[in-house]
């Protein structure tokens, strides 16, 4: 682990790494010496009762410090398996034939009837899951819950209905006739719907329909999803609903499951997991441990909903509480609601996992409420994909009060809301960010079913120290967005229009509100939405990055802090030695919105080029180029108050674009200009990796 330091110079931030304190007892995921240790190995038995699985765990902490737990086969679980204090030093493991703990109980011998709609039902003994299945995973696939409108694969700009006019607050909302029809004698039905400005959605109860007056009453949205109208939602909780491969349904009065199997087939005999469980593995306390190795699958899809306080995350297929000296290694994770939540650790390394498939984020590393930061994490080469189906605002790796902490070689694809999202949202300002690195990770195709997200996002609610925070050589492509326009359609992906608004917010790097002292530095950004956005943050340093083929805005800057009473302006903000291939008809090079008496960032040094690169390629609003205008070519830019130094434009001289070989060529114009190069591990991972 190293510290980072910050040192503050000309209104912009360097940082500098220097060793940092290494834990008396560092965990590694290179496992070490295990002579001397006694091994313990527990087979499931054919029924997976976890029983003997909890006897073992009481066994080996007799002597954990020189025990090898071993697992081998699959195991259903009716509560978390617990880990803490007592299991200091121990090892657990998967073993040459995989370790499988699921969340909820093997249904594969319900007495299963075919219906004449086709579907497949089964009645639950009263004893057997009283609430019903929260989630239910067939074959290692989860299954839906039945929906209206169904969706559609591919496609996730339908199967929604829109909030009518005249919704507000948040305990109701206005619905279209057409949408009511045939509901009012529904009993159980639930809704997931965004809130106004589509950064969140929630799953709600439906307490009431007044179809007379197109009301749809809720009984438990909270406070702060505030909802509008025009917004998206589907309808949940009826039988009349299941009528699409994949779905299913539970009836509570009559204790009835009813499914219709992907492929058709009979469920009988067939793998049938019912997901109740939020966490599979709880760590409270422990220390000296590591976990390795196994799968965790077909728990609940709960963990990030909004019936807890905001941005308090609970779930975590694996959940680790006030742990130290802990390594979390090579373990598979999937169909459950949240994939790590790490809340107040030290000295924890987090490697080599694969985690797909959640409701909500894929890693949570952060503090409960009153609770401390978590300190000298490294969170790396893990792999993350298909995050957030439920949740909009999920994020692969969410960071929330930690200092210290690496996030270092990941691969992160198709995320709801952000491939990384280090947030500091509360206002007493316990959960800041303090010394992060972000490094030579992998982002593609984040912000999928947001109207407001990005690849990597810092924020920061309280005015504060600065973050000390490092972006560096991240490669990040594919970033989009899914919103509604005022007219009721959704956005195209391309669709991007400079002087509208409302429209998507969808950078690949995104420094937003009071983020400050942070450093973005050699990142590569390809066919994203927009490239590196600046909101009301200040101190900040851009520079020796490669934006290519935006959407919208390669580099952005959005000052509204005049707009807020007592909050300070936007400044000390540098861009310096960027590249900008514009690519795009009617994408921009630079966009600003400033509503400051001086400018809050300074342009130096940086190189546009592309065929896009046009007569109106640089914006600043309102009218703040020269002679009053909002739009301009590049020699109207470099005489803009907002350029603090020479700025350049042509051909950067990569060695070869087509084939995304961006090194430069030792006579071409970087080179010449003396531009710093990319990292040159991503030169090479972009070109194997085409």
Aim: charge should be neutral; include cysteine; aromatic fraction near 6%.
């Amino acid at each position: 682990m190293t510290r980072l330091l910050a040192l503050g110079f000309a209104g912009a931030l360097v940082l500098a790494f220097a060793p940092g304190p290494a834990p008396a007892e560092a965990p590694s995921c290179t496992g070490g010496d295990e002579s001397g240790r006694r091994l313990l190995r527990v087979e499931a038995p054919a029924d997976g009762r976890p029983e003997g699985l909890r006897a073992a765990l009481d066994r080996a902490a007799t002597d954990p410090g020189r025990t090898v737990l071993e697992l081998e086969g699959s195991w259903y679980l009716d509560r978390p398996l617990e880990l803490g204090l007592r299991h200091a030093g121990l090892v657990v493991r998967a073993g040459p034939r995989g370790a499988r703990l699921s969340g909820g109980p093997d249904l594969s011998g319900l007495r299963w009837q075919r219906t004449a709609d086709g579907t497949f039902e089964a009645r639950l003994d009263p004893g057997l899951l009283p609430e019903g299945p929260a989630d239910l995973h067939l074959d290692g696939r989860r299954l839906e819950p039945a929906r209206q409108p169904n969706a559609v694969p591919g496609d996730l700009r339908r199967g929604w209905l829109l909030t009518a006019p005249g919704t507000e607050g948040t305990r109701a909302f206005r619905a279209r006739p057409a949408d009511l029809a045939g509901l009012a004698g529904e009993r159980t039905l639930a809704v997931l719907l965004y809130d106004a400005p589509q950064w969140s959605t929630n799953l709600v109860r439906v307490a009431r329909l007044d179809p007379a007056r197109g009301l749809v009453e809720l009984a438990d949205n909270v406070d702060w999803h505030r909802l509008g109208p025009g917004t998206p939602y589907h309808w949940l909780g009826s039988r009349r609903f299941l009528d699409a491969p994949g779905e299913w349904h539970f009836d509570p009065a009559s204790r009835t499951l009813a499914l219709r199997p992907p492929d058709g087939r009979d469920p009988s005999g067939r793998r049938l997991v019912a997901g109740i469980l939020d966490t599979l593995l709880l760590v409270r306390g422990g220390e000296r441990l590591r976990i390795e190795g196994l799968e965790l699958a077909e728990g609940s899809p709960r963990g990030s909903d909004r019936q807890m306080p905001w941005n308090h995350i609970g779930g975590g297929a694996i959940r680790v509480e006030a742990g130290r000296a802990i390594a979390l290694c090579g373990n598979r994770i999937h169909g459950v609601g949240v994939g790590m939540a790490l809340l107040s650790v030290d000295d924890v390394r987090v490697e080599g996992n694969r985690i797909t498939g959640t409701a909500g984020n894929g890693i949570y590393l952060g503090l409960p409420w009153g609770g401390r930061p978590s300190r000298r994490v490294r969170i790396s080469d893990n792999e993350l994909a298909e995050i957030g189906h439920r949740f909009a605002d999920s994020a692969g790796i969410l960071l929330q009060g930690v200092e210290e902490v690496e996030v270092v070689s990941n691969r992160i694809e198709r995320t709801a809301q952000f491939g990384i999202y280090a947030m500091q949202a509360r206002a007493n300002g316990e959960d800041r960010i303090r010394a992060l690195r972000i490094e030579r990770n992998r982002i593609h195709a984040a912000n999928l079913r947001s109207a407001d997200g990005g690849g990597i996002k810092l924020f920061a609610a309280a005015q504060d120290e600065p973050m000390a925070a490092l972006v560096r050589a991240n490669r990040i492509s594919g970033t989009t967005h899914l919103m509604v326009g005022p007219d009721g359609r959704f956005f195209a992906p391309e669709d991007f229009d400079g002087r509208r608004w409302p429209q998507p917010v969808a950078p690949a790097i995104y420094l937003d509100w009071y983020a400050r002292g942070v450093t973005v530095e050699g990142n590569l950004l390809i066919d994203n939405y927009a490239g590196i956005s600046i909101v009301n943050g200040s101190d900040n340093r851009i520079g020796g990055n490669l934006v290519i083929g935006t959407i919208g805005s390669a580099l952005g800057v959005d000052d509204k802090t005049p707009r807020t009473p007592g909050r300070p302006r936007m400044a000390g903000n540098r861009f310096e030695a960027n590249i900008v291939l514009s690519e795009r008809p009617g994408s921009l090079a630079v966009q600003i919105w400033d509503l400051s008496e001086r400018p809050g960032a300074a342009f130096v040094g940086n190189l546009y080029g592309g065929p896009a690169l046009g007569p109106e390629s640089f914006v600043a609003g309102p009218n703040r180029l020269p002679g009053g205008r909002w739009a301009g070519d590049f020699g109207l830019w470099a005489r803009s108050a907002y350029v603090a130094g020479a700025e350049h434009r042509g051909d950067p001289g990569f060695r070869d674009r087509r084939a995304l070989d961006f090194r430069f060529d030792p006579e071409g114009l970087a080179a010449r200009l003396g531009l710093p190069p990319l990292d040159p591990w991503l030169s090479t991972e972009v070109r194997e990796n085409r």
